[in-house]
Every structure is written in structure tokens, then in C-alpha cells.
């Protein structure tokens, strides 16, 4: 069965503190791996898209990486205001066109 | 330019009523989605639709979920008979076209059953 799973499922840093988020699947066949942004009370908000093992996207203080079983979400001298959660999804190379979300990574920082 | 909205933002509903949710999409954008966002089930595909092909609807829950898209743009979702289990709150995305292309997602709509 596909399966997408983020880890970890929680995280808190220190404004300035460095770190990356985890994303790995198992797909028989990865279209694009998708990374999205969702405050509370609010729909996710696109940040990256990756196709290829070996791409890197970069925004800001975030850079997404993909290999050919996982995607981190590299999180560089973070601010408060990149408390969120993080959510990863894959499309499959299967015909199927809906996103296969994984359960997030929920990320505060703190000043 | 515009992005996807939904309507109602929030929806209180009692047991055994039908609801309808609407989707606006991004103009141009031929394929449109619905998610449901449940506590502790995380993101979860409900059904597709690409311009006039027939919808993909191998996630809707049971047959009291139904969705239709007129003219190529907007959808609605209703389901019909609710219940408590449908709270939850309501995704829509649309995309250019339906191969990798990003999803980009509405406010969502909160549906609450009492």
C-alpha cells in the first residue's frame, strides 16, 4: 500500500535553530512529491514541488530536497513566524491524480 | 489573480439534514479536487474532476456524498442525511490540469453535525 509518513510528528526550536523535517514513501511510482504550509484554521498553502531524486527547490529560509525515498524540509535560522504545520503529499505515477497527504509535522518556534 | 474560494466558511448542521458546500476554482484552472481535513485522519481525497471527463469518485465516504461541477467551474459538494461523523472540515483545490501539477487549496469550509 502507498504510504507517506512525516516525521517528527512535533517539533519545537529555538528562534535560529536549524533543523529539517522528514517526509518518506513508499510508491510504486512518484509523479511529484508536494510540501504545503497550513496555519490554523486555514488550507494548506503550496510551498514546493519536486519530480526527480537529486532536486532542490529554496525559499526563504526553507529548502525542500527529494531522494528516491524521501524529502526533507529544511528549516534555516527559523522565526516564530514559520510556526506551522508542514504537510507533504505524493501523486503517484499510477494514473491516480489525488494527492496522498502524510499526517504533518507540526513546528513552533519560539522567540 | 484570485485564488480558490469556498462557501460557507462555517456550516453548524443537525443530524439527518443535507448540506451543499461550494468551490470556486482559479479561473484556467480545468481540475478540481475535494478533501476532507478530520482530527486524526489527516487529508483525505474525497473526488476529482478534469474538465469533461467523468469524476473520479473512489473516495467518497458512502453514497450519501455526492459533487458536481457545471460549466467546468464551479463545484458543489453536498451530502445528504449527515451525520456526526461528517464534521470535519472541507478542502477544495483546483489545478491547470490533472497530471503532477500543484493543487492549490481553498480556506476550507468547516461543516460541525449536532
Known amino acids: 500500500e502507498d504510504q507517506v509518513t512525516q516525521s517528527p510528528e512535533a517539533l519545537r526550536l529555538q528562534e535560529g535553530e536549524s533543523s529539517s523535517l522528514n517526509c518518506s514513501y513508499t510508491?510504486?511510482?512518484?509523479?511529484?512529491l508536494f510540501w504545503y504550509r497550513q496555519d490554523p484554521g486555514k488550507g494548506p498553502e503550496f510551498l514546493f514541488t519536486?519530480?526527480?531524486a537529486g532536486e532542490e527547490k529554496e525559499k526563504e529560509r526553507l529548502k525542500a530536497t527529494l531522494t528516491k525515498k524521501e524529502s526533507f524540509l529544511h528549516i534555516t535560522a527559523p522565526k516564530p513566524e514559520d510556526s506551522a504545520t508542514y504537510l507533504c503529499?505524493?501523486?503517484?505515477?499510477?494514473?491516480?491524480?489525488?494527492?496522498?497527504f502524510g499526517s504533518g509535522t507540526r513546528l513552533q518556534v519560539q522567540p | 489573480g484570485a485564488g480558490v474560494s469556498q462557501s460557507p466558511s462555517n456550516k453548524v448542521t443537525e443530524k439527518g439534514k443535507d448540506v451543499e458546500l461550494r468551490c470556486d476554482p482559479i479561473?484556467?484552472?480545468?481540475?478540481l479536487y475535494w478533501y476532507r481535513q478530520s482530527l486524526g485522519q489527516g487529508l483525505e481525497f474525497l473526488i476529482y474532476?478534469?474538465?469533461?471527463?467523468?469524476?473520479?469518485k473512489s473516495g467518497l465516504p458512502s453514497d450519501r456524498f455526492s459533487a458536481e461541477r457545471t460549466g467546468g467551474s464551479v463545484s458543489t459538494l453536498t451530502i445528504q442525511r449527515t451525520q456526526q461523523e461528517d464534521s470535519a472540515v472541507y478542502l477544495c483545490?483546483?489545478?491547470?490540469?490533472?497530471?503532477?501539477?500543484?493543487?492549490?487549496f481553498g480556506p476550507g469550509t468547516r461543516l460541525t453535525v449536532l
Open positions: 483545490a483546483s489545478s491547470l490540469a490533472s497530471g503532477g501539477d500543484t493543487q492549490y
Open positions: 510508491v510504486s511510482g512518484l509523479r511529484g
Open positions: 519536486l519530480y526527480s
Open positions: 503529499a505524493v501523486i503517484m505515477d499510477t494514473g491516480r491524480r489525488a494527492l496522498t
Open positions: 479561473s484556467g484552472h480545468t481540475a
Open positions: 474532476f478534469q474538465g469533461n471527463s467523468a469524476p473520479d
